[in-house]
Nanobody
Framework: QVQLVESGGGLVQAGGSLRLSCAASGRTFSSGGMGWFRQTPGKEREFVAGFTGSGGTTYYVDSVKGRFTISRDNAKNTVYLQMNSLKPEDTAVYYC??????????????????WGQGTQVTVSS
């Protein structure tokens, strides 16, 4: 049984930092097979960060470029999202996801078949 367990969310002031972790169990995912999304009430789940191909290249939604960094520890089957210079508009529930379809763009939530339970990130102004 595949499980993705996120941790590291919380409340932080604008300009602060948080580091999210996502530990995968039940299956080893390729370096290019995991990503982070976020969602706020009434809005679609939005791609935040992920890996391309074999995992050697990272890419981000424009709104977080230069502030967020995705990384992974293959030995631990864990992916991280380091979030710096946080803004109130970053407030959302953040989800880790594992990809199951490679014929769909990696920024599409339809490419991911496994999801964590989500962790709340709240940035106060």
């Amino acid at each position: 049984q595949v499980q993705l367990v996120e941790s590291g969310g919380g409340l932080v002031q604008a300009g602060g930092s948080l580091r999210l972790s996502c530990a995968a169990s039940g299956r080893t995912f390729s370096s290019g097979g995991m990503g982070w999304f976020r969602q706020t009430p009434g809005k679609e789940r939005e791609f935040v960060a992920g890996f391309t191909g074999s995992g050697g290249t990272t890419y981000y939604v424009d709104s977080v470029k230069g502030r967020f960094t995705i990384s992974r520890d293959n030995a631990k089957n864990t992916v991280y999202l380091q979030m710096n210079s946080l803004k109130p508009e970053d407030t959302a529930v953040y989800y880790c996801a594992a990809r199951t379809r490679y014929n769909i763009a990696a920024a599409s939530k339809d490419a991911y078949g496994y999801w964590g339970q989500g962790t709340q990130v709240t940035v106060s102004s």
